[in-house]
């Protein structure tokens, strides 16, 4: 779905971020909420950070369109994109079974867990549960595919180009692009457009097989 054809008469359009400190939630966010601006949306998002400096949980919830509230409310997340795999499960309350998830499979161990009696779940246990909450999940090694760009860094932009492939995702490719360009340091705009394209590209054809 291009932009223009975005409705204010329609519900918003609410982006749900989630993942721990430091894998560059806040600044997919700003990419996003500055491309919709670009494109003459109005954006409101909200921040949750949990200890961020210590891998905590981190959040963000974007709406686009027009709304009263910052908050995603329970079960109305178009997009849910998970940086981390266990803080999806953490956000499914926010999804539906048209909700698209996009989730890196690369796990970071929460503080709590280790050296806890508790492991962390299996990815094949997390991606069951996801699968009883929507029909339309992705899941990206984004991680690798990140260093397969260049630089981990560029996780981020693998997962932001993922969540551009989705069908109807409200905002085109060349849109997030330009927002990139004026957001990320310009010497590390080739690594982030090759981090980026790789996940547009892995997205794509896991639609295209199913």
Same mark, same amino acid.
């Given at each position: 779905m291009e932009t223009k054809e975005y409705s204010y008469k329609k519900p918003p359009y609410n982006v749900f971020i989630c993942g721990v400190g430091g894998q560059g939630i806040i600044k997919t966010s700003i990419i996003i909420g500055e491309a919709a601006m670009d494109n003459g949306l109005d954006v409101v998002m909200s921040? +949750?950070?949990g200890m961020a400096q210590r891998g905590g949980s981190v959040s963000t919830e974007i709406k686009i369109g027009s709304s009263k509230s910052s908050i995603i409310?329970?079960?109305t997340a178009n997009v849910l994109l998970a940086f981390e795999p266990l803080e999806a499960v953490r956000a499914l309350s926010k999804t539906h079974e048209e909700t698209s998830i996009i989730i890196n499979t690369s796990p970071i #161990?929460? @503080?709590n867990i280790l050296g806890s009696e508790h492991p962390y779940p299996e990815i094949k246990t997390i991606s069951d549960e996801l699968n009883k909450h929507s029909n339309h999940i992705y899941a990206l090694d984004a991680e690798n595919m990140a260093k397969e760009a /260049?630089? +981990? =860094?560029? =996780?981020? #932009?693998?997962? =932001? /180009? /993922? *969540?551009? *492939? +989705?069908p109807g995702f409200i905002l085109n490719k060349e849109t997030i692009i330009d927002a990139m360009g004026n957001n990320l340091p310009p010497k590390s705009m080739k690594i982030n457009l090759k *981090? @980026? =394209?790789k996940g547009y590209d892995a997205v794509k054809s896991q639609i295209n097989q199913k």
């Amino acid at each position: 779905m291009e932009t223009k054809e975005y409705s204010y008469k329609k519900p918003p359009y609410n982006v749900f971020i989630c993942g721990v400190g430091g894998q560059g939630i806040i600044k997919t966010s700003i990419i996003i909420g500055e491309a919709a601006m670009d494109n003459g949306l109005d954006v409101v998002m909200s921040e +949750i950070h949990g200890m961020a400096q210590r891998g905590g949980s981190v959040s963000t919830e974007i709406k686009i369109g027009s709304s009263k509230s910052s908050i995603i409310q329970e079960g109305t997340a178009n997009v849910l994109l998970a940086f981390e795999p266990l803080e999806a499960v953490r956000a499914l309350s926010k999804t539906h079974e048209e909700t698209s998830i996009i989730i890196n499979t690369s796990p970071i #161990m929460p @503080f709590n867990i280790l050296g806890s009696e508790h492991p962390y779940p299996e990815i094949k246990t997390i991606s069951d549960e996801l699968n009883k909450h929507s029909n339309h999940i992705y899941a990206l090694d984004a991680e690798n595919m990140a260093k397969e760009a /260049g630089h +981990i =860094l560029s =996780l981020n #932009m693998v997962l =932001l /180009g /993922g *969540a551009t *492939a +989705i069908p109807g995702f409200i905002l085109n490719k060349e849109t997030i692009i330009d927002a990139m360009g004026n957001n990320l340091p310009p010497k590390s705009m080739k690594i982030n457009l090759k *981090a @980026f =394209l790789k996940g547009y590209d892995a997205v794509k054809s896991q639609i295209n097989q199913k």
